[in-house]
């Protein structure tokens, strides 16, 4: 089973970029997206519903669209499809959509930005919380989870270029590792690239084009899975040959054959 999850910043944007020449290129199983932008009904075009995939959209119900929404592509149809979370910011802004197969779900998430000089810091503070007590619940569930997405928290300092300057900064701080580390650590979540890959200096996101040339960035993005997962983990990479947005494609190979 081969996974791609990509923050593409806005589907049609990444599109142009040629986001959808290199995915189809790549014999994925299933495709998250986050953060797409778009609403459901500009999404008909068989451009964005390529025709070897079943396509799932949740743009949440804020009019805002400018930031937002995820999606899931399989070539599998799933046994269900559930979208959000139950809780207010991640069902508004459409942060949530989940797959479920014979014994593993797959998830698009995408965690809400945050900035440390002001509110919205709060907001993603909150959603960290729920989203936490969340997934406590789904452990007593007898399956596999597979969670593909922006995280927004470089976990550890070999994630960011030059930590120590960002100690303050929304994505880095110690409550937020501290919030990764619960996840990895008493609810057994696997970072599944870091399976493959544990060197540093590996990122998924740059603030700009200079920052990129520079190697100069942030890893936002992960598949974290299940503790039954991690023996399963074959392969795995990021994808900097293209830039489709500012963020990078994960790609995860797993052995696993999913089925309905």
């Not at 997962?229 to 293209?242: A, D, F, K, Q, S």
Request: proline share 4%; with cysteine; net charge negative.
């Amino acid at each position: 089973m081969r996974i791609i999850s990509f923050n593409c910043e806005g589907i049609k944007s990444a599109t142009e970029n040629g986001f959808f020449d290199w995915a189809l290129a790549q014999d994925a199983d299933v495709i998250c997206l986050q953060d797409i932008r778009a609403s459901e009904s500009e999404l008909a075009d068989p451009i964005y519903t390529p025709d070897e995939y079943f396509s799932y959209f949740f743009d949440g119900y804020d009019p805002d669209k400018e930031k937002g929404g995820v999606a899931l592509y399989s070539r599998v149809p799933p046994k269900a499809i559930i979208t959000g979370l139950g809780f207010p910011v991640a069902d508004s802004q459409g942060l949530c959509i989940q797959a479920d197969f014979d014994k593993i779900s797959i998830t698009s998430l995408l965690v809400p930005e945050g900035n440390a000089d002001d509110d919205s810091q709060n907001v993603k503070f909150k959603f960290m919380e729920d989203y936490l007590h969340y997934l406590d619940k789904q452990q007593r569930k007898r399956r596999e989870f597979l969670i593909c997405g922006t995280w927004q928290v470089a976990h550890r300092k070999m994630d960011v270029a030059n930590w120590r300057d960002f100690q303050f900064t929304s994505g880095f701080l110690p409550p937020e590792q501290a919030w990764m580390d619960e996840i990895t650590g008493s609810l057994g979540y696997v970072d599944t690239y870091r399976e493959v890959d544990r060197e540093s200096g590996k990122f998924t996101w740059w603030e700009n084009d200079m920052l990129r040339s520079k190697d100069m960035g942030w890893r936002l993005d992960y598949q974290m899975a299940t503790g039954g997962m991690r023996h399963r983990v074959l392969n795995g990479g990021i994808y900097t040959g293209e830039t489709f947005s500012r963020h990078a494609p994960v790609i995860m190979d797993y052995e696993w054959e999913l089925s309905f």
